[in-house]
């Protein structure tokens, strides 16, 4: 062994032996040169994975307020996937189109297996059912907007009214001298909309029992 074979010759420092500068090399160069850029690749590749986490929590909160927006608020009324209990009324439509009654549809605001509007239709009865998780006042404009954004019902309102611009509203059996969407819906009103001919009696109660 020759001083030379002591004396690192990257660095310059002496050792006692070759072994020690052997190991020196090893520690101090080699490995660390073959190390660094095999930490920083693996650094790279964590820096590469939380990236790829973060693009994938932001699809998945894309995706999901997609999702929200496509369950969708019709004008203040919500889509919620169990029924409100703190509010819960009941109104009753009419819809008189020259003289006869129509019917109105079931499941209106009602999406199967997602959810349902605050204001829905269970049966064709022409019974609203106003259930929401808090005490508002809601209009027969918001319903009649449910109902025009509830995929699936048919006909929509405008179709069954023929687009009518004067369609005039009861409530009570009273003539109530306002557009229809601004009528408001309380407990146990009996509301007619007449299209066209107006018939001799126009309902002033409806029997809701139990509701
Ligand atoms: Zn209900
Ligand atoms: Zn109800």
């Not at 929200?68 to 009941?90: A, K, R, Y």
């Not at 509007?117 to 005490?135: A, D, F, M, R």
């Not at 009528?183 to 001919?197: F, P, Q, R, T």
Request: hydrophobic fraction near 35%; aromatic fraction near 8%.
């Amino acid at each position: 062994m020759t001083d030379t074979e002591k004396k690192c010759n990257i660095c310059g420092s002496e050792f006692e032996n070759s072994d020690k500068l052997e190991q020196h090399k090893k520690e101090s160069h080699q490995e660390k040169s073959r190390e660094k850029p095999q930490v920083s690749k693996s650094s790279r590749y964590k820096a590469t994975g939380i990236a790829a986490a973060i693009a994938v929590a932001i699809i998945i909160v894309v995706y999901f307020s997609d999702s929200t927006t496509s369950i969708g608020t019709v004008q203040g009324v919500e889509c919620d996937p169990l029924e409100g209990t703190i509010f819960h009324i009941h109104a009753h439509l009419d819809i008189i189109v020259d003289s006869k009654h129509v019917i109105i549809p079931a499941g209106i605001g009602i999406k199967p297996n997602e959810c349902l509007y605050w204001l829905h239709t269970h049966n064709t009865s022409g019974v609203i059912h106003i259930e929401s998780p808090q005490q508002t006042t809601f209009t027969l404009g918001q319903f009649i907007q449910v109902w025009d954004n509830t995929p699936g019902i048919s006909p929509k309102f405008e179709e069954m009214t023929h687009g009518d611009k004067n369609i005039r509203v009861f409530v009570n059996g009273t003539e109530v001298k306002d557009n229809y969407a601004n009528i408001k819906l309380d407990a146990h009103d009996e509301i007619a909309l007449v299209s066209g001919n107006v018939p001799q009696s126009i309902p002033s109660s409806y029997e809701f029992g139990g509701l």
